[in-house]
């Protein structure tokens, strides 16, 4: 006899909402990971569909000053 864990029913469900995320959401998420040196990335969901990305970026600061030379805006 075999059971269906919770994890399972829920890592099944997690794969069907990966194959609904449109390219274009998806290529926006991974722009902004690629884009961020230090700092977090929401992905905010409603009703099962993406609807915000927010990009926080934090700059580091050493004792000579910013630890990189252009920061982004």
């Given at each position: 006899?075999t059971?269906d864990?919770?994890?399972?029913?829920?890592?099944?469900?997690?794969?069907?909402?990966?194959?609904?995320i449109p390219a274009e959401?998806?290529?926006?998420?991974?722009?902004?990971?690629?884009?961020?040196?230090?700092?977090?990335?929401?992905?905010?969901?409603?009703?099962?569909?993406?609807?915000?990305?927010?990009c926080?970026?934090?700059?580091?600061?050493?004792?000579s000053g910013?630890?990189r030379?252009?920061l982004?805006?």
């Amino acid at each position: 006899m075999t059971t269906d864990s919770g994890l399972e029913r829920k890592t099944a469900a997690t794969n069907d909402h990966a194959r609904k995320i449109p390219a274009e959401v998806a290529q926006e998420i991974l722009r902004a990971v690629a884009s961020i040196e230090y700092g977090s990335i929401e992905i905010v969901i409603h009703d099962n569909r993406v609807v915000q990305i927010e990009c926080r970026e934090k700059i580091r600061v050493n004792q000579s000053g910013l630890s990189r030379k252009a920061l982004k805006s």
